[in-house]
């Protein structure tokens, strides 16, 4: 809370930017759910699928952090059905 | 027939059988009557399939009387999990909606154990779809909770619950599980059995229910660490049905078993934030392995090793269900959880599927460097004894457990076997799992037999604790029909 209280504004101003476009971002992938799933019934539904995507997002996040050298590696060749080892 | 039957590991019933000290059909009718006895009773069984089990125990008796003989499992009952194709019997995948499933053709591993001459008792239980919709009791289950045979009031684990519950309960000498991400593993360590996971592509799903199609393997359950040998010798094999089986023949080394010299690498840290007793067991099993063997403290790479388990999981098993879970279809499984738990996997991009692919290369690659040189990296199986078998998960089973060497195992496709190696909290079994190098399968099951041999916990049984009044152990098929 201090550090929030003592930052620059720009930067209390670009981190709730994000949030906010997190939330967006969740609603509108909650939304396309719901869209490809009729049965997804009410509220809570869609909270409870909201939880799921956050913690996809945070999974994807985390993956994406993490350095990659090269593109040109095989990227299958351990796991690809048919690959011996 | 002797109650001590219930007991003995494959090998020693074999020699048994072949001295001609019990038959096959004997056998089996005592694994028959546990199967509805113990087995309907901790609800570890679905279908018991006695028909053809006395059918296949009367021809391995003429076969082993006229002196053919088809190794090891000939005159062996054995049960499979329920997402294993069988004829004869429905393929439920332990799922209400799958509950009249019928395959015309079986699955090449009954066909592979048939043609050892072992037989088919039971179809045993699973957590619905085994649990790749997502699940968050224990109860997400066709036939209800799994009970663990050393307290019926707490859980077998998953997926494969009705094969660790069975043999652990003396119903079966072994059971065939799979394991996408520990599914093998976890019961194993829950029931006090040994759970062998192998080498991915050793042995043929063609007609196991597919959850992810790069992840899901098969491995037995049995008594003894030698058994999962024994048992994956009969198994393992190239088959053209499923391309992603190896051209490579597999040979169990347990006839020259090794005892002494193995190399251990102990993963660092491995015993914190874990249950005060398995910390204690797990220390106690490092005195064992140094016994037998070095032990160095190693540390796995760095790797977002759950970030990529559950991406993968996700876009592998919402493809394979793309059909039912569009149809809304989950509403009709058990577990709440599951209703819409897999929907969100329909939005995993394309790009992080493929990155978690990428990083997992790299992950296996280093997993495999580190392990090829021990003949085995141990761990606890898991944090936790058994859970109470009413509850949800929350807060009994914290992410504390420690699964980043079972993730890199998973990841990596290689081989990783669970051994009971003690009691815990409420004399519940607690587990090591020792895991190699791809294709290292003879370096871990070795390594793991002579830790159950220097341990001494052989003689250890499930009590039964906290059975209903009434509870027995072995029952005709219409009283296990009518409990």
């Not at chain 2, 990841?411 to 090591?432: D, R």
């Amino acid at each position: 809370m201090a550090s929030d209280i003592t930052a620059p504004r720009t930067v209390r101003a670009a981190a709730s930017q994000r949030e906010n476009d997190a939330a967006a971002l969740i609603e509108l992938m909650g939304g396309e759910v719901a869209l490809r799933h009729p049965h997804v019934l009410d509220d809570a539904d869609h909270a409870a699928i909201r939880l799921v995507l956050l913690a996809q997002l945070r999974d994807a996040s985390v993956l994406r952090r993490f350095p990659l050298v090269s593109a040109n590696e095989p990227a299958f060749a351990v796991v690809l059905p048919g690959t011996d080892w | 027939v002797s109650d001590a039957l219930s007991w003995l590991s494959i090998r020693e019933l074999s020699v048994l059988l072949r001295r001609g000290a019990i038959s096959p059909v004997e056998l089996t009718q005592h694994c028959l009557a546990r199967l509805e006895g113990v087995g309907r009773g901790l609800n570890a069984v679905v279908t018991i399939t006695a028909d053809t089990a006395l059918r296949e125990a009367r021809l391995a008796e003429g076969e082993i009387a006229a002196g053919l003989d088809r190794g090891p499992l000939h005159g062996i009952p054995y049960g499979l999990k329920d997402v294993v194709a069988a004829t004869g019997a429905p393929t439920t995948w332990g799922a209400a909606p799958f509950r009249e499933q019928h395959f015309e053709r079986e699955a090449t591993i009954v066909g592979r154990l048939r043609g050892a001459g072992a037989i088919l008792c039971a179809k045993l239980a699973t957590i619905e779809i085994a649990g790749g919709m997502g699940y968050d009791h224990p109860a997400a289950c066709l036939t209800g909770a799994t009970l663990n045979p050393w307290d019926m009031t707490r859980w077998a684990s998953g997926s494969s619950s009705g094969p660790g519950a069975a043999v652990a309960a003396g119903a079966l000498p072994f059971a065939i599980g799979s394991d996408t991400s520990g599914s093998i593993l976890f019961p194993a360590a829950f029931t006090g059995v040994a759970g062998l996971r192998a080498t991915y592509g050793r042995v043929s799903r063609a007609g196991v229910m597919a959850l992810a199609w790069t992840l899901d393997r098969l491995g037995p359950m049995c008594r003894t660490a030698d058994d999962c040998g024994l048992v994956l010798e009969a198994i393992a094999g190239h088959d053209r049905a499923d391309p992603s089986t190896l051209r490579r023949s597999y040979a169990y080394s347990g006839r020259t078993p090794r005892r002494r010299g193995f190399r251990f690498g102990v993963i660092g840290g491995a015993d914190e934030g874990i249950e005060p007793e398995i910390a204690a067991n797990f220390r106690a099993s490092l005195d064992i392995l140094a016994r037998i063997g070095t032990i160095e403290t190693v540390q796995l790479p760095e790797f977002p090793y759950g970030e990529m388990v559950r991406t993968i999981v996700a876009a592998e098993a919402y493809s394979a269900f793309e059909d039912f879970i569009a149809a809304g279809r989950t509403a009709e499984l058990t577990a709440e959880k599951a209703r819409l738990f897999r929907l969100a996997s329909a939005l995993v991009p394309a790009h992080d599927y493929i990155r978690a692919q990428r990083i997992r290369r790299i992950a296996a690659h280093a997993f495999e460097e580190l392990a090829g040189h021990y003949d085995g990296l141990v761990a606890p199986s898991l944090g936790v004894v058994a859970i109470p078998a009413d509850e949800a998960f929350e807060p009994n089973l914290p992410a504390a457990s420690p699964r980043p060497l079972n993730h890199a195992g998973v990841l990596a496709g290689s081989p990783t076997i669970s051994v009971m190696n003690g009691l815990g909290a409420g004399g519940l079994p607690s587990g090591l799992q020792f895991a190699g190098a791809s294709l290292a399968e003879n370096a871990i099951i070795d390594a793991a037999a002579a830790f159950e041999a220097e341990a001494g916990l052989a003689s250890l049984r499930p009590t039964f604790k906290n059975a209903p009044p009434g509870w027995r152990e072995t029952a005709s098929a219409t009283e296990g029909a009518r409990a």
